[in-house]
Every structure is written in C-alpha cells, then in structure tokens.
C-alpha cells in the first residue's frame, strides 16, 4: 500500500488549506484513514481519524476548525483546515489502518505565518 499527500503549504493566520491523500494498493473495504501531524521538536500527533464507515474523531485542538472525509471510491481521504492557527505549523501524514497494518504517507508541509 502506497500513500501520496499533496495540498501542503505557506498560509496566513486564519486561512485555509485542503489536504488530499490517495492510497494505491492492496486495500481492504475495511479501514480507518487519518491525519497525524509533527511539529519540529514534538511528538506525532493524531489531528483526525475516518473509519470506512464514516466515523470520525478530531483531536480537541482542531475540533470546529478541521473537517476529515473519505471517497472509497477513490481511497482518498481528505483534510479541511479553516481558521488556521500558526500553532497548526507542522508536517501533516496521511496513513491507513487495516487489520494489523498501518502504512504512512511521505508529509507534506504546513506553515502558518503571516
């Protein structure tokens, strides 16, 4: 399973920006994709997660702010980021989980400065 990112970049405080990712593969009907950004020096963080189903789960920083959704056509799973924060700065993955597996993306960048 392969997965590719795009939509990152430079952005002003309280702008928005969508982030894309395609999976390619041998992918289930079964999964949970998601997002998970790094800030430099911190630790990888979940921002959002989407079942197959359309479950969703939003970390409390970006809850209101951020929408997660999915094409299962498409394997694509894609990120709404409004009212962007510079504290959002960060390298933002996509990944998917199915059964035991969890395969990552390569990140993309996010700056929000003014």
């Known amino acids: 399973v392969q997965l590719q990112a795009s939509g990152g970049g430079l952005v002003q405080p309280g702008g928005s920006l969508r982030l894309s990712c395609a999976a390619s593969g041998n992918i289930f009907s079964i999964n949970t994709m998601g997002w998970c950004r790094q800030a430099p020096g911190k630790q990888r963080d979940m921002v959002a997660t989407i079942t197959s189903g359309g479950s969703t789960n939003y970390a409390d920083s970006v809850k209101g702010r951020f929408t997660i959704s999915r094409d299962n056509a498409k394997d694509s799973v894609y990120l709404e980021m409004n009212s962007l924060k510079p504290e959002d700065t960060a390298v933002y993955y996509c990944?998917?989980?199915?059964?035991?597996?969890?395969?990552w993306g390569r990140g993309t960048q996010v700056t929000v400065s003014s």
């Open positions: 990944y998917l989980k199915q059964v035991q597996w969890a395969y």
